[in-house]
């Protein structure tokens, strides 16, 4: 897309009510300066090798203690009773080696407040997921049950997961969530000592700007629950791994070559259900989110995984502004424009070339929607900074993506030869292809040229969609995978 995205938060009133706009799946990391540049290269020599030495001797020690403490339990084993005596000894010391491995990282655990007993809350809440070194939240809480996914568990940190008695999710298994929320009650309720379960309800990482939806599942025991923080004070934030965002090697690295960096974990007082909320565990779910959102002091907002998948089918398709997908149908929503089917209307007509590029106002009018401060964040999302304007085919290319229910990606690509071609007969030339291709496709310029040129083998100078999908089927040699990848935003 054009422009840069963050996580920062917009304020709307529609109808009297206000909505935040928030992307809590966007994440932004660079180095900032040369000297933030030089350092990290000084400390990728000098401290790095050292820090990775000590993790890896302190992770394989803790991996040696699982292993001696597993031998001679199945799986079943593990599921059918709580640890006890000597095996169940060894956690104490294996957590102490968890917490000196995030220390030999640079990276100190602070505990705030008081973790309570299984007998008063069965459940931990942690909240917000935002890195995978929220894992050491495990070691913090004495190594409770996680839940986890049994086709993760086939690796080298599987021991490890094994000797919390984690509650396994099967993915292959069609009755998996219902299962596992049976194992959470029979786990929650049952009068043997297990293991706290320890949950993460938002299901998937953001970048801490808010607290998303929490799933139910954790709440249906229907037992006092406590809700568990997690911060990280840091200068620069090297932890957060979201859906848009570093990868986490690149996360890993620059957080290892911090001189020092710190996370707060915060035990909160235990929540004890009403019994309301025994009965409606959505309701549960929502009531422990706004404690905690209060307790960190961000907003709550409700998107879910549902969210995350769309954004990732729509950077999948290169649908422009695909990183913003969920916020754009959020500002959409406010602007009634998904009730009038205005872009529909506009998507199907011819846009001539010299009107492409629009700036707010235009944008507003074209639209039909007031110039305020929602359609104006509509339009920097798509505003080239350099330029000063938007695009708008490219607006419209994500308005029809979130507009068509279940359509396929080449159903939206045949609806992008439209939109990219000046006189609206879907002949787009080599620039007008380029265009698509760039900007919906994910190819480079010189991939873009060289596949119109296979593409129009007659020479006519310009190529139409149903070419490009002959071409496509044709060539098993050429693979482009948006063409295979279905769409089910949600209904708007």
Same mark, same amino acid.
């Given at each position: 897309?054009?422009?840069?995205?963050?996580?920062?938060?917009?304020?709307?009133?529609?109808?009297?009510?206000?909505?935040?706009?928030?992307?809590?799946?966007?994440?932004?990391?660079?180095?900032?300066?040369?000297?933030?540049?030089?350092?990290?290269?000084?400390?990728?020599?000098?401290?790095?090798?050292?820090?990775?030495?000590?993790?890896?001797?302190?992770?394989?020690?803790?991996?040696?203690?699982?292993?001696?403490?597993?031998?001679?339990?199945?799986?079943?084993?593990?599921?059918?009773?709580?640890?006890?005596?000597?095996?169940?000894?060894?956690?104490?010391?294996?957590?102490?080696?968890?917490?000196?491995?995030?220390?030999?990282?640079?990276?100190?655990?602070?505990?705030?407040?008081?973790?309570?007993?299984?007998?008063?809350?069965?459940?931990?809440?942690?909240?917000?997921?935002?890195?995978?070194?929220?894992?050491?939240?495990?070691?913090?809480?004495?190594?409770?049950?996680?839940?986890?996914?049994?086709?993760?568990?086939?690796?080298?940190?599987?021991?490890?997961?094994?000797?919390?008695?984690?509650?396994?999710?099967?993915?292959?298994?069609?009755?998996?969530?219902?299962?596992?929320?049976?194992?959470?009650?029979?786990?929650?309720?049952?009068?043997?000592?297990?293991?706290?379960?320890?949950?993460?309800?938002?299901?998937?990482?953001?970048?801490?700007?808010?607290?998303?939806?929490? =799933?139910?599942? /954790?709440?249906?025991? !229907? +037992?006092? %629950?406590?809700? #568990?923080?997690?911060?990280?004070?840091?200068?620069?934030? &090297?932890?957060?791994?979201?859906?848009?965002?570093?990868?986490?090697?690149?996360?890993?690295?620059?957080?290892?070559?911090?001189?020092?960096?710190?996370?707060?974990?915060?035990?909160?007082?235990?929540?004890?259900?009403?019994?309301?909320?025994?009965?409606?565990?959505?309701?549960?779910?929502?009531?422990?989110?706004?404690?905690?959102?209060?307790?960190?002091?961000?907003?709550?907002?409700?998107?879910?995984?549902?969210?995350?998948?769309?954004?990732?089918?729509? =950077?999948?398709? /290169?649908?422009?502004? !695909? +990183?913003? %997908?969920?916020? #754009?149908?959020?500002?959409?929503?406010?602007?009634?424009? &998904?009730?009038?089917?205005?872009?529909?209307?506009?998507?199907?007509?011819?846009?001539?070339?010299?009107?492409?590029?629009?700036?707010?106002?235009?944008?507003?009018?074209?639209?039909?929607?007031?110039?305020?401060?929602?359609?104006?964040?509509?339009?920097?999302?798509?505003?080239?900074?350099?330029?000063?304007?938007?695009?708008?085919?490219?607006?419209?290319?994500?308005?029809?993506?979130?507009?068509?229910?279940?359509?396929?990606?080449?159903?939206?690509?045949?609806?992008?030869?439209?939109?990219?071609?000046? +006189?609206?007969?879907?002949?787009?030339?080599?620039?007008?292809?380029?265009?698509?291709? &760039?900007?919906?496709?994910?190819?480079?310029?010189?991939?873009?040229?060289?596949?119109?040129?296979?593409?129009?083998?007659?020479?006519?100078?310009?190529?139409?969609?149903?070419?490009?999908?002959?071409?496509?089927?044709?060539?098993?040699?050429?693979?482009?995978?948006?063409?295979?990848?279905?769409?089910?935003?949600?209904?708007?």
């Amino acid at each position: 897309m054009n422009g840069k995205m963050h996580s920062e938060t917009a304020t709307f009133s529609a109808d009297g009510v206000r909505a935040q706009i928030l992307n809590p799946f966007v994440h932004k990391l660079e180095l900032d300066n040369t000297y933030d540049k030089i350092r990290t290269a000084i400390f990728t020599v000098i401290l790095l090798p050292f820090r990775v030495i000590v993790i890896c001797f302190l992770i394989v020690t803790a991996w040696f203690l699982a292993c001696i403490g597993l031998h001679g339990l199945s799986e079943d084993d593990l599921r059918e009773k709580p640890m006890t005596g000597w095996r169940r000894s060894l956690k104490p010391l294996i957590c102490f080696i968890g917490k000196m491995s995030y220390l030999a990282g640079g990276m100190a655990i602070t505990v705030r407040g008081r973790q309570v007993s299984r007998k008063e809350a069965p459940i931990l809440v942690v909240a917000p997921h935002s890195s995978f070194l929220d894992s050491c939240i495990v070691y913090a809480t004495k190594m409770s049950s996680v839940i986890v996914r049994k086709e993760s568990m086939d690796n080298y940190v599987g021991k490890l997961i094994n000797y919390t008695q984690p509650v396994y999710v099967w993915r292959d298994d069609p009755n998996s969530r219902q299962n596992t929320i049976k194992e959470i009650i029979e786990r929650a309720t049952s009068k043997e000592d297990w293991p706290q379960v320890l949950i993460f309800p938002e299901g998937t990482c953001t970048n801490r700007s808010c607290l998303i939806t929490f =799933k139910p599942g /954790g709440f249906y025991p !229907g +037992v006092p %629950v406590q809700p #568990v923080t997690i911060r990280y004070p840091n200068a620069r934030d &090297t932890v957060t791994w979201t859906w848009d965002g570093p990868g986490a090697l690149k996360l890993l690295w620059l957080t290892l070559t911090q001189v020092h960096s710190s996370c707060e974990i915060e035990f909160l007082p235990v929540y004890y259900p009403n019994e309301d909320e025994k009965q409606d565990p959505k309701l549960y779910a929502r009531n422990v989110r706004d404690v905690m959102a209060k307790a960190l002091g961000v907003p709550v907002l409700d998107y879910t995984y549902d969210d995350c998948r769309l954004i990732a089918q729509a =950077k999948q398709m /290169g649908i422009p502004g !695909g +990183v913003a %997908v969920r916020e #754009v149908s959020e500002l959409r929503t406010l602007l009634g424009l &998904t009730r009038t089917r205005v872009e529909m209307d506009l998507a199907r007509q011819c846009i001539q070339e010299e009107r492409r590029w629009v700036s707010g106002q235009e944008f507003a009018q074209r639209l039909g929607v007031p110039y305020d401060t929602r359609s104006q964040r509509l339009y920097k999302i798509f505003e080239n900074y350099d330029l000063g304007m938007a695009y708008f085919p490219d607006y419209l290319m994500c308005a029809v993506f979130l507009s068509i229910q279940h359509a396929t990606a080449s159903q939206l690509l045949e609806y992008a030869f439209k939109l990219y071609d000046p +006189v609206g007969a879907g002949r787009l030339k080599m620039h007008n292809f380029e265009e698509v291709a &760039t900007r919906c496709l994910g190819l480079a310029h010189e991939e873009a040229q060289n596949t119109f040129r296979q593409v129009d083998e007659d020479d006519k100078g310009y190529i139409t969609y149903d070419d490009f999908m002959s071409f496509f089927q044709n060539k098993s040699d050429f693979s482009l995978s948006f063409v295979e990848v279905p769409v089910k935003p949600k209904a708007q």
